[in-house]
């Protein structure tokens, strides 16, 4: 069975850092895209970063370009999204996603692209 497990969430200052990791199982992992999502409240879950696992090709959506970095860990089927200087805008709850087949820079940020889904883990900034 296909399982994402995220973790690494909680609360933090504005400046400050966290480091979310997305556990894979179940899947042939080198197959795949990663992508993480995050909802904020009242809005629209949204595309924040994606790595195509077999190339190490990374995505980022712009505003968060410069201060994430998304990694695999290949040998442990994990993703990394090492987020850096963190603002009040970054409060969300992030999504881990998974896409066999990668996926291309269309559609790296659809939600569509991606059939498995971790359950989330919450970030918290304070200003």
């Known amino acids: 069975e296909e399982r994402l497990v995220e973790s690494g969430g909680g609360l933090v200052q504005a400046g400050e850092s966290l480091r979310l990791s997305c556990a894979a199982s179940?899947?042939?992992?080198?197959?795949?895209?990663i992508g993480w999502f995050r909802q904020a409240p009242g809005k629209e879950r949204e595309g924040v970063s994606s790595i195509v696992i077999a190339f190490g090709t990374t995505y980022y959506t712009d505003s968060v370009k410069g201060r994430f970095t998304i990694t695999s860990d290949n040998a442990k089927n994990t993703v990394v999204l090492q987020m850096n200087n963190l603002t009040p805008e970054d409060t969300a709850v992030y999504y881990c996603a998974a896409s066999e087949g990668g996926t291309e820079p269309h559609n790296a940020f659809r939600q569509s692209t991606y059939q498995y889904w971790g359950q989330g883990t919450q970030v918290t900034v304070s200003s």
């Open positions: 179940g899947l042939t992992f080198n197959d795949y895209a």
